[in-house]
């Protein structure tokens, strides 16, 4: 048993002949019995000493929680393999350091199906995978690279969450609305219907016998007319949202359904800038970009990657720029940059292999810039700043397999030099790309957000309104208190399950408040503590994958 090698043979040691090789995969959390639908091994290649043939099977260990490997002989060809296997004739590894295609297994979903089958393995269960055969291919160990140690991708899919009430999409005791606003506490009940307590109107009174109390019927002396002040209702304008039954008993108060927001990233890992020379090499780890011209190594190109823009697939974009800090004075001119993006739904970061940057597509749209002399280190005005490059976001977030988890790269090309700071120069000071767009959306209590589209009727009744979110990964959302102070309780079901991005916004389309949050299929509720948020009207979004919901509330404080 080696538990400290450098690097894993795949299969023969050059002076120890065939081994067998394991792996253990933590913190993948697979829930018990999901359905898998795709899983593979990406390896990265650490010598290029290949020995062919080379034919490896591939298993899994058949165990509910697999445990770590120890020096004990045959430590690893003792333990129960799997039924499933999987065979493999990888290509030649060509160059150190590639993770591609070449090397990464075929689909290994059987292995990995029949492990999480097993009736004692639980998301929290570890998973060996094992590999033998014959030849040889070399690959980074843990010890050799830590971040090109092998890694195991599984997708999976999970069913939808069981109900109490299936036809309501909902459980008993869940909050409702029972569509009488003279009832209380309204929830779910035994019998799968929305029920509140009755009130009476005694001591307020009700002239026209109607049943809605004289303090809220706006005309209590006609009983054709039970709409009550401050009721929802639908002014037939569908740019706005919001209306309610006004005193004189006409529908309006409504606010613009036109959402402003503005959304920044700045580079955030080491691999998401880099620098390609004119013979294709690719750079990263420098600690400058060097636009666009490098003094020893002629013309380059700059590729940038932003992630967690959150700009949901087809947002309209009305401006958007890069913010560069300037690393140094050395300015080569005349200076005329082009910038592009790369036409990908969902932009990888870049590698060493060569062309990296070159070799991507990029979009239609393009935008020049000549940017002024950058005088002074440090600097980070509008000097530093590309004009609007909203023509090239807007082109990325229209493609069809874009979504908001999407994350976008800018390339930079041209003549002459100005020298800005990299993640690695300083990580405070990388390249930040902020985008201004604009969503036309109706949220209501817990409305979706849907481009062009305005709810008939904002008060739902219980069964149009499971109907309604029968659909969504993630159900309408209720909000309470509300008004709240400074807490505010979220629920909602969910049939995703992941990271949830929560942002709070002003009616200024201004980002007041972002939380990040765990999302499980079922029932979820999640509290926000501590606001401390001036009093008004704000809108509460919860983005997941490309799915964005959203509710309505407002900070009230006595």
């Known amino acids: 048993m080696d538990l400290s090698s450098s690097d894993l043979e795949l299969i023969s040691d050059p002076n120890l002949g065939d081994q067998v090789m394991g792996m253990r995969f933590n913190g993948l959390n697979i829930p018990q019995g999901a359905t898998i639908t795709n899983a593979y091994i990406q390896f990265t290649v650490d010598e290029t000493n290949d020995e062919n043939p080379c034919n490896?099977?591939?298993?899994?260990?058949?165990s509910d929680h697999a445990d770590p490997f120890t020096n004990d002989v045959n430590n690893i060809a003792n333990r129960a393999k799997t039924a499933a296997a999987v065979s493999w004739a990888p290509p030649g590894w060509q160059s150190i350091g590639d993770a591609t295609a070449a090397q990464q297994t075929p689909d290994i979903t059987p292995i990995i199906q029949e492990v999480v089958n097993r009736a004692g393995y639980t998301a929290n269960s570890s998973i060996v995978i094992i590999i033998e055969g014959t030849g040889r291919?070399?690959?980074?160990?843990?010890?050799?690279?830590?971040?090109?140690?092998?890694?195991?991708?599984?997708?999976?899919?999970?069913?939808?969450?069981?109900?109490?009430?299936?036809?309501?999409?909902?459980?008993?005791?869940?909050?409702?609305?029972?569509?009488?606003?003279?009832?209380?506490?309204?929830?779910?009940?035994?019998?799968?219907?929305?029920?509140?307590?009755?009130?009476?109107?005694?001591?307020?009174?009700?002239?026209?016998?109607?049943?809605?109390?004289?303090?809220v019927d706006c005309d209590d002396n006609d009983p054709n007319i039970t709409s009550q002040v401050g009721q929802a209702c639908d002014d037939g304008d569908p740019n706005t949202f919001g209306e309610t039954i006004q005193n004189d008993c006409s529908c309006g108060g409504g606010v613009s359904n036109v959402i402003n927001i503005t959304s920044c990233s700045r580079v955030d890992h080491k691999n998401?800038?880099?620098?390609?020379?004119?013979?294709?090499?690719?750079?990263?780890?420098?600690?400058?970009?060097?636009?666009?011209?490098?003094?020893?190594?002629?013309?380059?190109?700059?590729?940038m990657r932003f992630n967690n823009l959150n700009i949901p697939q087809g947002a309209q974009i009305t401006?958007?720029?890069?913010?560069?800090?300037?690393?140094?004075?050395d300015n080569d001119n005349p200076c005329q940059l082009t910038i592009y993006g790369e036409a990908n739904d969902d932009a990888s970061g870049f590698s060493g292999s060569g062309h990296n940057i070159s070799g991507r597509t990029g979009t239609n749209a393009t935008v020049s810039w000549p940017p002024p002399e950058?005088?002074?280190?440090?600097?980070?005005?509008?000097?530093?700043?590309?004009?609007?490059?909203?023509?090239?976001?807007?082109?990325?977030?229209?493609?069809?397999?874009?979504?908001?988890?999407?994350?976008?790269?800018?390339?930079?090309?041209?003549?002459?030099?100005?020298?800005?700071?990299?993640?690695?120069?300083?990580?405070s000071e990388a390249p930040e790309l902020c985008v201004q767009y604009v969503l036309s959306s109706a949220p209501g209590s817990g409305g979706a957000m849907e481009r062009n589209k305005k709810a008939a009727n904002k008060r739902f009744p219980a069964t149009?309104?499971?109907?309604?979110?029968?659909?969504?990964?993630?159900?309408?959302?209720?909000?309470?208190?509300?008004?709240?102070?400074?807490r505010l309780m979220l629920s909602f079901n969910s049939t995703f399950e992941g990271q949830g991005r929560i942002q709070v916004i002003n009616l200024e389309g201004r980002p007041v408040l972002t939380k990040e949050r765990a999302i499980n299929p079922g029932e979820n509720k999640i509290t926000l503590e501590e606001l401390s948020l001036p009093d008004g009207m704000y809108f509460l979004q919860l983005f997941t994958g490309d799915t964005a919901q959203s509710a309505r509330f407002i900070i009230l404080r006595e």
């Open 56 to 62: 490896l099977v591939i298993f899994g260990q058949d």
């Open 319 to 329: 401006n958007a720029s890069i913010q560069f800090t300037v690393k140094k004075n």
């Open 137 to 215: 291919r070399t690959a980074e160990s843990y010890e050799g690279s830590s971040d090109g140690a092998p890694e195991l991708c599984v997708e999976y899919s999970l069913g939808a969450p069981a109900y109490d009430c299936s036809a309501l999409s909902a459980n008993v005791g869940d909050p409702c609305d029972d569509g009488d606003n003279t009832t209380l506490n309204d929830a779910i009940d035994n019998d799968c219907n929305c029920a509140g307590t009755p009130t009476a109107c005694t001591g307020i009174g009700d002239a026209d016998g109607d049943g809605v109390c004289a303090d």
């Open 272 to 303: 998401d800038d880099a620098e390609e020379r004119e013979n294709g090499d690719v750079k990263r780890g420098d600690k400058e970009l060097e636009l666009a011209v490098d003094p020893d190594h002629g013309s380059q190109l700059i590729g």
């Open 374 to 427: 950058w005088t002074s280190s440090n600097d980070d005005g509008p000097d530093q700043q590309t004009p609007n490059i909203a023509a090239i976001i807007q082109e990325i977030v229209n493609r069809g397999g874009y979504s908001s988890s999407s994350s976008i790269v800018l390339i930079i090309e041209g003549s002459g030099l100005r020298v800005a700071k990299s993640y690695n120069g300083s990580s």
């Open 464 to 486: 149009s309104l499971a109907e309604k979110n029968s659909l969504k990964p993630i159900s309408a959302i209720q909000v309470y208190p509300n008004p709240a102070n400074d």
